[in-house]
């Protein structure tokens, strides 16, 4: 185990560098840089200054070494262009908590659902239920999550006005506070978890139907109740626990679309304002923050395979 974590250490380390390199020099290839952008009405001195200040009148080799030795010993993300006086790591850290709430609970709701309704598809094939399912499930994955939030938005809120249309309230928790001004934000972004992963459900319990070790035993007079629950289950959520590093991190990382439309002042909104004002600091901050995330949730999906199924050894390959 020691052995298999300081080898995935090794590999997050090197994506990392590949990363953070590929990002910082595609950056520096777009026309314009933030300061021309934010102070073009300021006299050229005034601009020459700012730049002085951020190291932008550095040659590019110089502010790339710079930057990796800060992340190496200092863990230093950089100062935000857009918002004077406050770091990336701070941002990060302040802003984290709505995105991962939010996130969290999404994928709750989202895979929850999405897991029972493959089931219930699974062990109802071609019946009414399964053809409903499967309808809904193609529509949740056809229309952006943008249109149901939309939607949601403008009905629970605007004309029954049960939930707050937009926002969080000024000093509520951001992990247990303001309730309310979540739900519509969490179900309009748990229908594409769920569409999903009802899908891969479904497609992964009917594959595992098939196997002949269920064929045995089904042969043996075990109930269908004890043969899904000891024998098709677990043994179909391997392929699930696949796809849970892209859910976890995109969830966390925060929905841009969703964050926007309900004013919530996650991460998400965060990385799309900064893309628009080509803070290089805030982009490269949350690139690396959002693929570190992605990394590890690589290194615990191996670590689930083992406890899903036991035949599978993390030194590779099966008994």
Known sequence: MFQFLLKRIGYVIVTLLIIITATFFLMEALP????????????????????????????????????????????????????????????????????????????????????????????????????????????????????????????????????PIVGWPTGANKWFGGWKYTILPTISGCFGYIATYSRYVKTSMLDTLNQDYVLTARSKGLSEKAVTLKHVLRNSFIPIVTFLPVTVAGAIGGSLVIERIFSIPGLGQYFNTSIRAQDYTMIMGLTIFFTAIYLVSLILVDIGYVLVDPRIRITGGKR
């Open 32 to 163: 314009g840089d933030p300061i021309s952008s934010r102070a073009r009405k300021m006299p050229a001195q005034v601009q020459e200054n700012m730049r002085k200040r951020y190291g932008l009148d550095q040659p590019v080799q110089v502010r790339y070494w710079k930057y990796l030795k800060g992340i190496a010993f200092e863990f230093d993300l950089g100062m935000s262009i857009q918002y004077p006086g406050q770091t990336a790591n701070k941002i990060i850290k302040e802003r984290l908590p709505y995105s991962a709430r939010l996130g969290i609970q999404t994928i709750l709701v989202g895979v929850t659902v999405g897991i029972l309704l493959g089931i219930i598809a699974a062990l109802n094939r071609g019946k009414l239920v399964d053809r409903l399912i499967v309808f809904f499930a193609i529509l949740f994955i056809a229309l952006p999550s943008f249109v149901f939030a939309i939607l949601i938005q403008r009905t629970f809120a605007g004309q029954l006005h049960w939930f």
